[in-house]
């Protein structure tokens, strides 16, 4: 079964220190993965993707298909961080059906 | 701004009705996705239109239907109407027919059934 788990609801840290959003996947293919962010009072939009390698905004990910895992990392936190994020799975199949994850909310305390 | 409009913004009904939802994107946006996100959860995937036919669906009754126009809008309607479909409704369009691009969500409309 195609499944994405973020197994914090909740991460609060202050600013300047690490950040970690954790995801896990299930799938048997070869999936993209993406991470999405919404602000307040803002629509979900990309933050990254994992085919692209590119850092936005200080995060980076990684695709580890050994642990099957797609972390989201940023050395140190900005107040402006703070935000939902939803990590999501695209399967290999003809459309473009994203499968998402509960979501983290990230708060960043000055 | 992605110009991905949906409406209404809110929307109120009693179990038992019928609704429509809109969705308004701009040109070159060809593929148009619809998710439910209930409170507290990631959206979840309904379907998918590409060139106004049905490319995909989720786990969802075929009380959930679907429209896509030639002018880059798009309808979800949603049949007998339960309390377990109050949640935020989102669209997303895609620019081409690529199923690996990029998705732009519109803001949502909020949908209570008393």
């Known amino acids: 079964a195609q499944r994405v788990t973020q197994p914090e609801k909740l991460l609060s840290v202050f600013k300047g220190a690490p950040v970690e959003l954790k995801c896990n996947y299930s799938?048997?293919?070869?999936?993209?993965l993406f991470w999405y962010v919404q602000y307040s009072r803002q629509r979900l939009q990309l933050l990254l993707r994992h085919i692209s390698r590119e850092s936005i905004k200080g995060f980076t990910a990684d695709l580890n298909k050994g642990e099957t895992s797609f972390h989201l990392k940023k050395p140190f936190a900005q107040e402006e961080d703070s935000a939902m994020y939803y990590c999501a799975l695209h399967g290999s199949s003809n459309t473009g059906k994203l499968i998402f994850g509960q979501g983290t909310t990230l708060q960043v305390k000055p | 701004e992605t110009g991905v409009t949906q409406s209404p913004t809110h929307l109120i009904k009693t179990r038992g009705q019928q609704v429509t939802l809109r969705c308004s994107s701009q040109s070159g946006h060809n593929t148009v996705s619809w998710y439910q996100q209930a409170l507290g959860q990631g959206p979840q995937f309904i379907f998918q239109?590409?060139?106004?036919?049905?490319?995909g669906r989720g786990n969802f009754p075929p009380r959930f239907s679907g429209l896509q126009f030639p002018n880059y809008s798009s309808e979800l309607n949603v049949n007998a109407l339960e309390l377990d479909d109050s949640a935020l409704y989102l669209c997303a369009a895609t620019l081409g027919g690529g199923s690996r691009s990029e998705q732009f969500f519109g803001p949502g409309t909020r949908l209570t059934v008393l």
């Open positions: 799938y048997s293919g070869s999936p993209e």
């Open positions: 239109y590409y060139r106004e036919e049905e490319n």
